[in-house]
């Protein structure tokens, strides 16, 4: 039988692998390492969280594309989130292994070489925080601030579409921190880089507190002047271990006018202050709605509850964004509208926004 040659079967695994619609390319399914040891093949491959039925899957597809090798007796393949070619005693293991338990019980979590970490929440869902957080994002880039966002929101990340990009960050082989994916000048993180959009994520709270430490910590973030945390909706314990961990300085909390909004702003307030937390202002999303043919302008959710509700509480008010097709258009475009309709009144309500919250910082 014919000798096995290495370099065939290296060129015809990378074929396997870059073929489009394949479960491979589906689940991110990359090579780490291979090795022929006589008429044995050692595949090492990496991927983010895979159940054990699609990682059978992949094993019995390669498997099947690899018998056109008859002289191949026997192929071993692994799986693992870790590039272990050169284990290095001292460097952290690498760690695109998302959802481990939280590690570190009492160290701090901030990452080094960050100006501002600013977290953006709300009591309710849906108010516009991932949206808010992406267009402030390009906003404070557009003035020459480097940006990082954490999409710390595990069940419902956004970010991906929201900054037009679902590239999966790699690994540097030297630091062995994750390198985080760059869009619209933006570098980002977030679960919906590492699991595959059908994938549900149905971890427990341990596990989604150590994703956001592996977000916080494994994150090869650099120098950066702001970096934005875009939470989940309500007061969790994403909220908890980021303020007592990550040492954030400060908050942005997002409503609607709408009573039921307020009422749940109210909760991410008092959360914040008791985590003592400062609240740099709240933002009024979808204050107002003026109608492209008639031009008529209508409070659909109520008139200025927020305004109201932050001089009630003595916090700084950063402004209002009416509510305007182009932002929900080009926010599932993935291009934040403040960076395609500059000149629009959304986008200047978010500029002005931008500068009512420098302001605030500045004040510290
Ligand atoms: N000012 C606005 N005008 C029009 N559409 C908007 C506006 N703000 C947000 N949206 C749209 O509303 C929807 C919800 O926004 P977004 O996902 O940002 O909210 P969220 O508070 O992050 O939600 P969740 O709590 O689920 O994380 C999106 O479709 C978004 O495009
Ligand atoms: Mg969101």
């Known amino acids: 039988m014919e000798e096995l040659d290495i370099d065939i079967i290296k060129e015809r695994i990378s074929d396997i692998f870059s073929e489009p619609g394949t479960i491979l390319v589906d689940h991110r399914i990359v090579v780490d390492s291979m090795s022929l040891k006589s008429d044995e093949l050692i595949l090492v491959l990496q991927s983010g969280l895979l159940s054990a039925e699609i990682q059978g899957d992949a094993k019995e597809f390669i498997e099947k594309r690899l018998s056109e090798f008859p002289s191949l007796k026997s192929i071993k393949i692994i799986f693992t989130s870790q590039k272990d070619q050169s ?24 990452p080094e070489l960050i100006g501002k970490i600013i977290a953006i929440g709300s009591g309710k869902g849906g108010v516009g925080k991932s949206t808010f957080v992406s267009n402030l994002a390009v906003e404070l880039d557009n003035r020459g601030f480097t940006v990082g966002v954490i999409d710390a929101d595990m069940h419902g990340p956004s970010q991906p579409t929201l900054l037009g990009s679902t590239e999966k960050p790699q690994i540097n082989p030297e630091t062995k921190k994750i390198i985080p994916t760059t869009s619209k000048g933006i570098k980002f993180i977030s679960i919906g880089l590492m699991v ?29 002047d702001f970096l934005l945390v875009d939470l989940p909706p309500g007061t969790g314990d994403v909220q908890l271990t980021l303020s007592q961990k990550a040492q954030i300085d400060g908050s942005i909390i997002i409503s609607t006018p709408q009573d039921v909004a307020l009422i749940d702003a109210r909760k991410a307030i008092q959360m914040f202050d008791r985590l003592k937390v400062k609240i740099f202002g709240l933002v009024e999303n979808m204050s107002s709605f003026v109608c492209s043919n008639c031009g008529h302008k209508d409070h659909i959710f109520g008139n200025a509850g927020v305004k109201a509700e932050a ?9 209002e964004i009416p509510l305007d097709r182009k932002i929900r258009e080009y926010s599932d475009k993935g291009t934040p509208s403040i960076l395609a309709n500059p000149s629009i009144e959304s986008s200047k309500s978010f500029a002005m926004i931008t500068d009512t919250l420098l302001n605030q910082i500045n004040k510290l």
């Open 311 to 319: 001089k009630a509480l003595k916090l700084p008010f950063l402004g």
């Open 196 to 224: 595959p959009e059908n994938q549900a994520v149905i971890w427990r709270g341990p596990m989604l507190m150590g994703a956001l430490e592996q977000f916080l910590r494994d994150v090869e973030w650099g120098e950066l």
């Open 87 to 110: 284990p290095s005693k001292t460097a952290a293991p690498p760690n695109l292994k998302i959802g481990n338990h939280p590690k570190n019980k009492d160290v701090s979590l901030r």
